[in-house]
Every structure is written in structure tokens, then in C-alpha cells.
């Protein structure tokens, strides 16, 4: 079997995976749906909503719950995301460094709306490492699980899919890269994450599963001095 070509281009998701914000994230929806009368834990949030789109998650607590959100929902929760993540977001740890360091080409692609992966990413200091090269759901048709967003990505910069490592912390998010023909690590140091998460990323089709960041260069192939 012959071996995989060079990696040339790395796609990092955003949320979970460079900056920690899906603990976040899920306490702000957890609240903002128990005050509307749909009671839900931000543990409940994890399980069911990381790593797809705003408009699937409504979608599926629409679905669930047999009535629409009310007017102002969506844009209610994403104020409160702003202003939550304004007061405590924190990069994942050890990811500046890594990104410090590494010498292929990275973007990010995201569920999360543009807006939103810049101000994460301006928030937390890592813009630069990324900047033009930011990819959003919203700017394809199908949104992860499936490949779009990768595809996506890689025409934009001019990579084909079989040079490209996805780093994920979702389910949904594994599948696509898969789906994409990208070789995929799946990473579980995001505050929402931990062991648990081991095994489903690995069911999902992640080809390694890593906890930490500083691991990301051993697994890419690249040697790095400190």
C-alpha cells in the first residue's frame, strides 16, 4: 500500500480545538433554553451540539421540542456567547507555541459564523496564525458531518485532499474530514473533552486520537526544536 503523500496544508476546527470555548458555549445555550422552558444541562449541550452549526442545532432542539424558538433566539445566544468569551476565553493551552512552530500551511474551519471565528480568535491572541484563511459552514451548503467545509478549504488554498491533516474534537467533525478524504487526528485536551471522547473519535474514523498539543508536531511528521 503506498504511503500517504507529504502533509502540506493543516486544517484546525476552531472551538475545542484552538480555543476553549465549548464549555462556554454550552453553559450560555444551557441557560439561554432552561429560561425558555426546554431544560437542558451544558453537559446535555456537549453531548448533543459540538461541533455542528448554529442552524442544526436549532434545528434539532426545534425538531425535539415539536415548536419553534422564539424571534431573537439565535441572536440572543450569540450576544451572550460574545460577552462570555470576552470575559473568559482562553486559547487551548501549549497552541501558541505549537503554532509558533510550525512551518506548513494551517487555516481554520469552523461551525461557528465567521464573526465568531474572529472574534474567538482575536480574543485569545492566535488571528495572526491564521489570518485571511479562516473558513466558516456558512460559506458551503452542507455543513459537518459532511465534507464541504473541508473541500472547501483545501480548493481556497490550493491543497489537495490527500495532503491534508484535519484537527477535530467532534464526532461530526471527524466524519467530515473523513468524508473529505483528509487524514483526521482527533484532539480531546478542550475542557469539554478529556478520555471520554477517546473512543468515539477513533469510532468516527480519526486515524489518532491526542490529548495535548505540544503532541500535534510528532504526529504531523515535523521536527521542531523547542
Known amino acids: 500500500m503506498p504511503s500517504p503523500p507529504p502533509v502540506e496544508l493543516v486544517i484546525f476546527d476552531c472551538d ?6 465549548e464549555p462556554i458555549s454550552a453553559r450560555v445555550m444551557a ?4 429560561e425558555i422552558g426546554y431544560p437542558v444541562t451544558a453537559a446535555d449541550c456537549i453531548a448533543r451540539y459540538t461541533g455542528i452549526s448554529m442552524a442544526a442545532v436549532t434545528a434539532m432542539i426545534e425538531n425535539d421540542w415539536g415548536r419553534p424558538l422564539p424571534d ?8 451572550r456567547d460574545f460577552e462570555a468569551f470576552a470575559a473568559e476565553l482562553e486559547p487551548v493551552a501549549g497552541v501558541e507555541s505549537v503554532l509558533d512552530r510550525l512551518e506548513i500551511a494551517k487555516c481554520v474551519a469552523s461551525s461557528g459564523a465567521p464573526e465568531k471565528i474572529r472574534f474567538t480568535l482575536t480574543a485569545t491572541g492566535l488571528i495572526e496564525h491564521f489570518e485571511p484563511h479562516l473558513f466558516s459552514s456558512r460559506e458551503v451548503v452542507h455543513g459537518k458531518p459532511a465534507s464541504d467545509l473541508f473541500l472547501y478549504a483545501a480548493r481556497e488554498m490550493g491543497t489537495e485532499p490527500d495532503s491534508c491533516v484535519v484537527i477535530e474534537d467532534s464526532v461530526a467533525g471527524v466524519q467530515a ?3 473529505a478524504g483528509m487524514r483526521v487526528l482527533g484532539f480531546t485536551g478542550g475542557g469539554h473533552a ?13 486515524d489518532a486520537v491526542f490529548d495535548r498539543m ?6 504531523l511528521g515535523q521536527a521542531v526544536t523547542p
Not at 475545542?16 to 470555548?21: E, Q, R
Not at 441557560?31 to 432552561?34: I, Y
Not at 478529556?194 to 480519526?206: H, I, K, S, W
Open 177 to 179: 474530514g473523513r468524508a
Open 214 to 219: 505540544e503532541k500535534l508536531a510528532l504526529l
Open 31 to 34: 441557560d439561554a433554553l432552561s
Open 16 to 21: 475545542g480545538v484552538l480555543v476553549d470555548s
Open 194 to 206: 478529556g478520555p471520554r471522547m477517546r473512543a468515539p473519535l477513533l469510532d468516527a474514523g480519526a
Open 72 to 79: 431573537g433566539f439565535v441572536d440572543g445566544v450569540r450576544q
